[in-house]
């Protein structure tokens, strides 16, 4: 009975041990923050691979930005999309990914939610490997409009926040079209990633 006391007091002990640790939030404080929980996200659909940030990359979602649409509604389908095998614009089939692609996503109110988790390497549709980098998407086609005064002011923030915690200097960071052959983020926000 005593071994048996013993035993269930040493699990005791280690419960917390074995619990997820809480993630520091990656956003300024102040700043409007939707985390996986509240918005509603699945679990990963496949495996992920573990990454050490060393790089942050700016895209653009290349779809217009949605007013009329709650940040969880865009998240969730953005969830979907990525987790099913999906006809792309281009023609091109995009395949089944574990979790959104991108970590984390600033909406046309400037609001930002979290998408897949910054421990893991984000996912892309062109010929570069996104390990390292933390994948920041903003909402809209920035060939085509603009991004909105709210996105700008929380990007002012978002940015350097980000590179100072994860200790990225300003030559890393920078655009998609950087890394690979596309006109991700867009002219319109490219222009502006070296005020960031």
């Given at each position: 009975m005593k071994q048996a006391s013993l035993?269930?007091?040493?699990?005791?002990?280690?419960?917390?041990?074995?619990?997820?640790?809480?993630?520091?939030?990656?956003?300024?404080?102040?700043?409007?923050?939707?985390?996986?929980?509240?918005w509603g996200a699945k679990a990963a659909v496949l495996p992920m691979r573990s990454h050490t940030i060393h790089r942050l990359t700016i895209h653009h979602t290349a779809t217009r930005q949605a007013t009329d649409r709650t940040l969880t509604d865009k998240m969730r389908a953005l969830q979907k999309f990525s987790q099913e095998e999906s006809a792309l614009a281009s023609g091109k089939t995009k395949p089944v990914w574990a979790d959104i692609p991108y970590h984390l996503y600033v909406d046309c109110n400037g609001e930002v939610a979290e998408g897949r988790e910054l421990g893991y390497?984000?996912?892309s549709n062109t010929a570069y490997d996104p390990a390292g980098h933390l994948l920041v998407v903003v909402e809209g086609n920035f060939e085509v409009e603009e991004i909105t005064a709210k996105q700008l002011a929380t990007l002012e923030r978002?940015?350097?926040a980000l590179a100072r915690q994860y200790s990225i200097p300003a030559d890393s960071i920078g655009g998609h079209l950087d890394f690979a052959q596309t006109q991700c983020p867009g002219k319109l926000l490219y222009e502006r990633l070296p005020h960031f």
């Amino acid at each position: 009975m005593k071994q048996a006391s013993l035993f269930f007091a040493c699990v005791l002990l280690l419960l917390p041990s074995c619990q997820r640790p809480a993630t520091q939030q990656p956003v300024p404080n102040g700043m409007s923050f939707l985390s996986r929980e509240a918005w509603g996200a699945k679990a990963a659909v496949l495996p992920m691979r573990s990454h050490t940030i060393h790089r942050l990359t700016i895209h653009h979602t290349a779809t217009r930005q949605a007013t009329d649409r709650t940040l969880t509604d865009k998240m969730r389908a953005l969830q979907k999309f990525s987790q099913e095998e999906s006809a792309l614009a281009s023609g091109k089939t995009k395949p089944v990914w574990a979790d959104i692609p991108y970590h984390l996503y600033v909406d046309c109110n400037g609001e930002v939610a979290e998408g897949r988790e910054l421990g893991y390497a984000g996912d892309s549709n062109t010929a570069y490997d996104p390990a390292g980098h933390l994948l920041v998407v903003v909402e809209g086609n920035f060939e085509v409009e603009e991004i909105t005064a709210k996105q700008l002011a929380t990007l002012e923030r978002l940015i350097p926040a980000l590179a100072r915690q994860y200790s990225i200097p300003a030559d890393s960071i920078g655009g998609h079209l950087d890394f690979a052959q596309t006109q991700c983020p867009g002219k319109l926000l490219y222009e502006r990633l070296p005020h960031f």
